[in-house]
């Protein structure tokens, strides 16, 4: 019996779209955490040099795109911005760690209702 078979043997259809849908979650969960870790060190980098802000490209053309007028303005931008993506990234996490532990808690269920028909047969 191959590895397929067994999963199919042990999810129903329904079931396993809803695994398919983890799996997704997981790897939106994996990006959401590296873009909130990344958004730190422009931070960081505009916090302890603020000339920063015309020197590198990408941020000179945030700065001007919404065209601040202090450097300081734009440093609480990026700290807002920094804070947001952290809560949208913890947020999701919290999510998916209850659609993975909900999910275990059903499947766990649903076996061992299984293996006790199965042995009262």
Do not use: D
Request: proline share 2%; hydrophobic share 55%.
């Amino acid at each position: 019996m191959n590895l397929r078979q067994k999963i199919n043997l042990i999810f129903t259809k329904s079931e396993l779209k809803k695994l398919i849908l983890l799996f997704v979650g997981i790897l939106f969960m994996g990006l959401f955490e590296v873009i909130g870790v990344t958004t730190i060190v422009p931070f960081i980098a505009v916090v302890v040099s603020p000339e920063l802000v015309y020197e590198n490209i990408y941020l000179s053309q945030v700065y001007n795109f919404f065209n601040f007028q202090s450097v300081n303005r734009f440093i609480v931008f990026l700290g807002m911005l920094l804070i947001s993506t952290l809560l949208i990234s913890n947020a999701f996490q919290a999510f998916m760690t209850w659609c993975i532990t909900y999910f275990t808690n059903r499947q766990g269920s649903r076996l061992s209702v299984r293996l006790l028909e199965s042995y009262l047969m």
